[in-house]
Structures are given as C-alpha cells and as structure tokens.
C-alpha cells in the first residue's frame, strides 16, 4: 500500500509518500482500506514537532488521524463489525496512520457510517466535531439561552460550532471573511462579522467566547464576555484570564462518543459537512499547505484511493 511518512519534524515538504506495510489486525482489532482521509491543524502540529511533549512519535511516523473506509479484515474478538461495512474512525495521534490505504486500529473505536453520508463527509467529522462538542459544552459550559462568539466560523470546527451551539438553543455570533458571511448564516448563525472591515469590539454580554485564532483576536475577546464568562481556546496553551473571566485550553483527545452524536444528527438532516477541497493522496503536502493557511472553508480531505487530481468546492 501507499502510505504518508516522515522521518523528522518540519513543515509540510518533510511529508513523504511511498510504500509501507499493512498491519494485520490483532484480537478486537480491524482493518480498515481507508478511502477518505480528514487533514487537520493538529496534525500539522505533530508533523512539526509542537506537539512531541503530548504526543511522543517514534519515526518514521505516519501522520494523519482522521479516516473513512472500507472494513477488510477483522481480528479475533470483533463481534460488532464485518468485511466490507463502511466506517469512519480517528486514530489516536501517537499512532497515525490515516494518511495511507489502509489503517488498523480497535474496533471500539470505528462507527458504522450512515448510507447517505459520503465517505468524504464521514472523513471530515472525528476530530473538527468532536473539537467543537467539547469546546462548547465540556470546557465551555454552554447553555441554552446563552451568547456564544464562534471566530472563524466557516473553518472545520467553526461550522460544526455554529450548528451545535443553535441546536443547544444558543445565540450565536460569528466572525468569517466577507466571502463566508452567507455559510455561517445558512450555517445557523443569528449575527455575523467580517473580521477584516468590522471589529467584534463592539460585543457585550458575551458568555462563551470559541477561539480558533489566538493572538491579537483571542485578546480582544476578553472585554465582550459577561462577568464570570468563559473563553475555550484552541490555540493558546497557557491561556491566562483576567479577573473573574475563564479560559481553558481545549485537549481533544478521543472522538469516538462524538462520532456517534454525528452520526444521529445527520440521519435526522440536521448537520452540514463543509468540504473547501479534496487532494489525492499523493499531493498530501498541497493539503496540508492548504489548512496551515489557516483560510480553509471547511475540512480539507485527502482522498487515499481513486483519485488523479484535487477537486475545489
């Protein structure tokens, strides 16, 4: 099989594709022919060595979590799963393994994934939904009837945001560029700012604000939350807040339960899966080049099968 390498830390050019072995499923352990592979910030942080204190790699190190596909081999112990059901997973960082043909990994951690959802849409979902469940309602706390800033909210874990936060019954504010002011409307937002000509400054009474940028926009997030409100950040390690203000660094680790809510949210017709792109898998750097822009509308799909050429959304 083909297969994503690196053999040190580095940008996207250290990426490398060749051939690599398939792992024999060991007992309650399954082989899955991955089709679609999800590509997120997370793994450009791996592949670059920011992350070796949370997630020591041995290398050559295969990046890549997120992944869609066919189940062809099943190991001892696996009662739940057979050969040939589709399914979608998230490989725990340490181990990689998602940006190639084929992946094993225990079956607990798989989902059947429903007849009408692609298996590029399926690939989209482990770790930019469950980010966006977590950061909304586990670090964030979020209620219903409260006020929620979402930025970038047309990125991979701004869209889920924005739909997760309206079901809950949140009012939600969005910041996107002028160009996905429209999505994050569609997408359930009741406001949204184009971050590059309007300030969010203007905001109060904010209860959660969801940071995906860091920086200049995380500190200008401070004021516009109520007393006692709360920022969950995806950036920013060492968050410190001010006064009787929270902040809590979101450390995504497992998708699995996530995964399960996705999957009942989209056989109900209540979740959209945003693609900006898919890559084949031998232009697996373009991919990653692309999401480090930090521009994405959208998850960004690398296609490990049946693919000759990238395709625009």
Excluded: C
Excluded at 87 to 105: N, Y
Excluded at 112 to 128: G, K, W
Excluded at 226 to 248: H, M, N, V, Y
Excluded at 272 to 279: L, N
């Amino acid at each position: 099989m083909k297969g994503a390498t690196i053999h040190s830390f580095g940008g996207p050019e250290v990426v490398e594709i060749g051939d690599a072995a398939a792992q024999e499923p060991r007992a309650r352990e399954v082989l899955v022919g991955v089709e679609a592979a999800g590509v997120n910030p997370l793994d450009l942080k791996i592949i670059a060595g920011y992350m070796k204190e949370f997630f020591p790699v041995e290398f050559p190190y295969a990046p890549g979590t997120d992944f869609s596909g066919i189940v062809q081999v099943v190991g001892a112990d696996v009662e739940n799963l057979k050969a040939g059901d589709r399914v979608v997973g998230r490989s725990s960082p340490e181990r990689g393994g998602a940006f190639a043909q084929s992946v094993t990994i225990h079956a607990t951690d798989l989902r059947i994934i429903p007849a009408n959802m692609s298996l590029e849409q399926a690939a989209a979902l482990p770790t930019a939904f469950g980010t966006a469940r977590q950061a909304l309602f586990e670090t964030g706390r979020l209620r219903h009837g409260q006020k929620v800033l979402i930025h970038a909210g047309a990125g991979g874990v701004g869209s889920f945001a924005i739909q997760l936060a309206r079901r809950a019954g949140a009012h939600v504010v969005a910041t996107a560029s002028a160009a996905n002011l429209e999505l994050v409307r569609n997408l359930g937002a009741h406001e949204v700012i184009d971050y590059r000509s309007q300030s969010f400054a203007h905001l109060s009474g904010i209860d959660l604000v969801l940071d995906t940028v860091g920086g200049e926009t995380l500190a200008t997030s401070w004021p516009v939350l109520r007393s006692g409100g709360r920022i969950a950040t995806l950036i920013d390690f060492a968050i410190q807040p001010p006064g009787d203000k929270s902040g809590e660094f979101v450390f995504f680790r497992s998708a699995t339960d996530s995964l399960s809510e996705a999957m009942e949210i989209f056989r109900a017709g209540r979740l959209q899966i945003v693609t900006d792109s898919i890559f084949p898998l031998d232009e697996v750097r373009a991919a990653l080049e692309k999401v480090a822009t930090g521009h994405a509308r959208g998850k960004v799909i690398i296609r490990a099968k049946h693919s000759s050429q990238k395709e625009r959304y």
